[in-house]
């Protein structure tokens, strides 16, 4: 086709279109162009030259009138054919983004939902739909924390529970003798009294122990492997290596006690929890009976600060953590066989700690009055170990005390319990009969 209108576009088609049509309807107004129809019934044929004229231009006029209209038509099907297409594209694009997202809404909300299952929560499922955000980042989260890369997972890794230690650990030291007479006293007394507030071992040397005792004491006895000797200062210092390297980290304080000593529930207990454990966790402590020693000894003891006395001392965590890796070089280093000054040594040359005096009374005793009113004077026995009965009648001073040194008799242990137990404090420390 060769119209001139074939080139231009769909909008200058419509206006020449228009305004051929106004011009032949101007024509037909005025009396110069007439129908085909009105032409054919003319019988007019002196006009007949001018009508085909008038004829032949109205068919042209007819004629370009429809290729317009035909060339509008297939351009306006070409449009429409376009826009479906387009819109048909589109239209997949959002089938598929549609598809994309309800997968991804899906595994949203199944990730959320078991994370629900796991934490016994309920989610609004639509509050997620209408925050994808939310979803997105909680649906990485989720993936993340299976891959053990989130900020939860990492925070779970940093972040350690806190874990509860326990008040104290009692260490008693005894030998092969004293386990199956003092110990066991001890074992039946005041260990039972204290044991659901502190933990408690019972330490020998390599000894032989019967299969009754072992019985009895399970695994709070532990045999050492070192001999069963006084003075017992190789035993002493693995005893503190053991609650080092088994118990260190699980207990606030630790008590070593020895096996003649005899420790009052009631007040020990009173002294932990009062004065104790309000001391800084963070510095190093060492709590007994202070003494200096005898003067003339302490250049030989290369005792420079106070030491706690052997019959009982506690050290905190703290002071065990630095101690313990130190042990066996302070042992190898000794100035002298005396467990207790070289354990003061010790604590001092690793810490620089000394010992401090307990609150509550961890009572040596001297001297005692005996059931028939007699003063008592300290004995020391073959081993320089002080000899020294319980008076049957103990002064007030001995209820007041953590711990009282030296008990020698398992029956002792018995009568003093059920005197501390029960509170039987005497209106005066000599017997009755005495005073008629």
């Known amino acids: 086709m060769n119209s001139p209108y074939f080139n231009i576009g769909d909008e200058e088609i419509d206006i020449e279109f228009k305004y051929i049509k106004k011009v032949v309807q101007q024509q037909q107004a005025n009396g110069q162009i007439f129908h085909k129809e009105k032409i054919r019934a003319s019988s007019d044929k002196n006009n007949m030259d001018e009508i085909l004229e008038i004829k032949n231009g109205i068919d042209l006029i007819d004629k370009e009138l429809e290729i317009m209209k035909q060339v509008k038509n297939l351009d306006d099907a070409n449009l429409k054919e376009n826009q479906l297409e387009k819109?048909?594209?589109?239209?997949?694009?959002?089938?598929?983004?549609?598809?994309?997202?309800?997968?991804?809404?899906?595994?949203?909300?199944?990730?959320?939902?078991?994370?629900?299952?796991?934490?016994?929560?309920?989610?609004?499922?639509?509050?997620?739909?209408?925050?994808?955000?939310?979803?997105?980042?909680?649906?990485?989260?989720?993936?993340?924390?299976?891959?053990?890369?989130?900020?939860?997972?990492?925070?779970?890794?940093?972040?350690?529970?806190?874990?509860?230690?326990?008040?104290?650990?009692?260490?008693?030291?005894?030998?092969?003798?004293?386990?199956?007479?003092?110990?066991?006293?001890?074992?039946?007394?005041?260990?039972?009294?204290?044991?659901?507030?502190?933990?408690?071992?019972?330490?020998?040397?390599?000894?032989?122990?019967?299969?009754?005792?072992?019985?009895?004491?399970?695994?709070?006895?532990?045999?050492?492997?070192?001999?069963?000797?006084?003075p017992p200062i190789n035993k002493v210092f693995a005893l503190w290596k053991y609650l080092y390297d088994h118990f260190g980290a699980n207990y606030k304080w630790f008590l070593k006690i020895d096996g003649d000593a005899f420790l009052n529930p009631r007040v020990f207990k009173s002294l932990v929890q009062n004065y104790i454990a309000k001391l800084p966790v963070k510095n190093p402590y060492y709590v007994g009976n202070s003494v200096s020693g005898r003067k003339a000894e302490r250049s030989i003891l290369g005792l420079n600060v106070p030491y706690c006395m052997g019959l009982g001392?506690?050290?905190?965590?703290?002071?065990?953590?630095?101690?313990?890796?130190?042990?066996?070089?302070?042992?190898?280093?000794?100035?002298?066989?005396?467990?207790?000054?070289?354990?003061?040594?010790?604590?001092?040359?690793?810490?620089?700690?000394?010992?401090?005096?307990?609150?509550?009374?961890?009572?040596?005793?001297?001297?005692?009055?005996?059931?028939?009113?007699?003063?008592?004077?300290?004995?020391?026995?073959?081993?320089?170990?002080?000899?020294?009965?319980?008076?049957?009648?103990?002064?007030?001073?001995?209820?007041?005390?953590?711990i009282i040194h030296s008990v020698k008799q398992p029956e002792e242990f018995y009568r003093l319990h059920t005197q501390l137990k029960y509170n039987l404090r005497p209106v005066l420390s000599v017997p009755p009969s005495k005073l008629i």
């Not at 260490?171 to 933990?199: H, K, P, S, Y």
């Not at 000894?207 to 006084?230: C, H, N, T």
């Not at 009113?373 to 026995?381: A, I, M, P, S, T």
């Open 87 to 230: 819109k048909n594209e589109n239209l997949a694009e959002n089938i598929v983004v549609d598809n994309d997202e309800d997968k991804k809404e899906k595994d949203i909300i199944t990730n959320i939902t078991n994370i629900n299952d796991d934490n016994n929560n309920k989610t609004n499922v639509n509050s997620i739909k209408n925050n994808k955000e939310t979803n997105i980042i909680t649906n990485n989260s989720s993936n993340k924390n299976n891959n053990g890369n989130s900020l939860l997972a990492k925070l779970g890794k940093r972040i350690k529970p806190i874990k509860k230690l326990k008040p104290c650990m009692i260490a008693i030291i005894a030998d092969g003798q004293i386990i199956n007479t003092l110990g066991v006293a001890a074992f039946e007394t005041w260990v039972q009294e204290i044991r659901n507030f502190c933990d408690f071992r019972f330490f020998i040397g390599n000894v032989p122990v019967s299969a009754e005792i072992k019985a009895k004491f399970g695994d709070s006895l532990v045999i050492l492997d070192e001999a069963d000797l006084y």
């Open 313 to 402: 001392y506690l050290v905190n965590r703290k002071l065990l953590s630095d101690m313990g890796p130190e042990l066996d070089n302070c042992l190898d280093t000794k100035a002298s066989n005396h467990s207790d000054t070289e354990i003061g040594r010790c604590v001092f040359k690793v810490s620089g700690a000394r010992c401090i005096k307990a609150r509550s009374s961890f009572r040596q005793l001297y001297n005692a009055i005996d059931e028939n009113g007699v003063v008592q004077d300290r004995k020391l026995n073959a081993n320089n170990q002080m000899t020294l009965a319980i008076p049957y009648y103990p002064d007030v001073s001995i209820f007041d005390s953590a």
